[in-house]
């Protein structure tokens, strides 16, 4: 079927209970998925030391954020075969079957034997449970990012890119703050290394229950369901020995010349908007293990702190793009970035008790993810409803995937702890110039996920 085919029918009326099943299943599918990833940033340390130990402890480091990396290299693929599923089958099966494969996954990282119990298989399996996690991971976004945006009214569509895209992140580290301060209570000291980080993934299974229990009753978006109204007539015509078009792979019709463009321009975004994340909000929990020595309580409650302020600038940075444009508030977020980031992370060293410790990270955390909070509506505006699950989710995972790299680059590139500060401060810096190309390249694209702009020639396939 061709992509344009999608506005030959009105958009089906949804009210409003479904609109907020809507916001809140992909707020939450999205907040799970990232509890989960965020797990393993909070044991870090203690992962590095019983699946990759070495004498050098930023090697061990690395290695954990290389395995965390891994898992993001595999979102791209989890995107193709589960944003095509969605495209063409519909968001609410793809969101169940992605969500609660990420939360099995992550309980069985609970049970993983260490290098000491099997030596150099233990590694491997962890490894190997990470590329099974990352295709999960990929297929949640294809889903989550895509059936809230799609349900809501066109004036609070930034503000839901926003709620889902950087607050539903900002709650899921928020859940993994709280249990992490939970297993470090049960688990005082040296038990935290034998039993506290296997319970803290065994907690994964919470999350596929609780998914599995919201999503089943879940509606599908007005637009998805407009376009699915479109197929069966078609198909209705087949019936009746009318001429209909070819329908269209959603993965082939997003590689035509049609649409790859549209693809790679996006990256500059997502890679710029992924890692200005990953560097902030992902490495600050364990910056403040390695380099500040914040205790266990203080940096738990300051990550809550940053988790609650990542939500409500999210939600803003979205709104805000509703009001002066999706491009501008990429180039003025952008701008604020590039001068602010590098500059709290040259003053975080210095912060000489918890409470200037504590606003600068809130600020950082805010600012990490308020730069792509706007990128999810941007993204669905990008693309027609045909392949739209398809285009989104690999637009933010592949961007997504190389800006989950960059903790470990600069993790291998630090020779001592005591560099970080100033690493992270160069790596932030460059990947706010990357973010702000972007910004001046990407065209406005407001108001045009109801009709969006797409070519009328026909996509073989």
């Keep these: 079927m061709s992509v344009a085919a999608q506005n030959s029918a009105a958009v089906p009326a949804i009210d409003q209970r479904q609109v907020m099943g809507a916001v809140f299943a992909s707020c939450l ?35 954990v954020y290389a395995s965390f990396a891994v898992t993001l290299l595999m979102r791209p693929l989890g995107s193709a075969l589960f944003g095509s599923y969605a495209d063409r089958h ?3 099966g793809a969101m169940i079957i992605a969500v609660v494969g990420v939360g099995v996954s992550t309980a069985l990282f609970g049970a993983l034997p260490t290098v000491h119990q099997i ?31 799609e349900s809501v009214a066109p004036k609070y569509r930034g503000a839901v890119s926003g709620l ?26 040296h038990q935290f290394e034998v039993w506290g980080w296997r319970c803290m993934f065994f907690t994964g299974i919470i999350s596929s229950v609780l998914g599995l229990f919201v999503f089943n009753s879940l509606e599908e978006s007005p637009l998805w369901r407009k376009l699915a109204a479109d197929k069966a007539a078609k198909a209705a015509a087949q019936h ?6 070819i329908v269209r792979s959603p993965l082939r019709t997003l590689f035509s010349r049609d649409f790859r463009s549209i693809l790679f321009v996006n990256l500059l975004l997502t890679v710029g908007g992924g890692s200005g994340y990953y560097l902030t909000s992902g490495y600050l929990p364990t910056f403040l293990k390695v380099v500040s020595h914040t205790p266990n309580g203080a940096a738990a409650a300051i990550l809550m702190l940053c988790s609650i302020a990542v939500v409500i600038a999210s939600v803003a940075a979205g709104h805000l793009s509703t009001f002066i444009g999706r491009k501008r508030a990429f180039v003025w977020i952008g701008l604020i970035r590039l001068v602010a980031l590098p500059g709290i992370y040259l003053l975080l060293p210095t912060a000489n008790d918890i ?15 308020a730069g792509y909070a706007p990128i999810l509506i941007f993204l669905n505006e990008r693309f027609p409803t045909a392949i739209r699950a398809t285009g989104t989710g690999l637009s933010w995972n592949i961007g997504f995937a190389i800006g989950g790299m960059m903790p470990t680059v600069v993790s291998l590139v ?7 500060p100033l690493m992270l401060a160069i790596f932030v810096g460059a990947i706010s110039v990357i973010f702000l190309i972007g910004a001046f390249i990407v065209p406005e694209t407001r108001g045009k996920l109801d009709q969006p702009a797409v070519p009328q020639r026909e996509v073989t396939g």
């Design 29 to 63: 599918g999205w907040a799970l998925d990232l509890f989960d990833l965020f797990v393993l940033l909070y044991v870090a340390p203690v992962v590095g030391r019983l699946f990759f130990p070495s004498e050098h402890a930023m090697l061990s480091l690395a290695a």
């Design 355 to 369: 409470v200037t410790l504590g606003i600068y990270a809130v600020i950082l955390s805010a600012l990490g993810s």
């Design 240 to 245: 009746r020995n009318a001429p209909v078009e």
């Design 164 to 189: 889902i895209g950087g607050g539903g992140a900002g709650m899921g580290a928020l859940l993994a703050s709280l249990t992490y301060l939970l297993m470090s209570t049960l688990f005082p000291g």
């Design 119 to 149: 030596g150099l298989a233990a590694p491997v399996v962890f490894l190997l449970l990470r590329l099974v996690q990352g295709v999960f991971v990929g297929g949640v976004v294809a889903s989550t990012h895509t059936i809230g945006t």
């Design 414 to 420: 630090a020779k001592e702890t005591s560099e970080l």
């Design 90 to 92: 519909g968001r609410k």
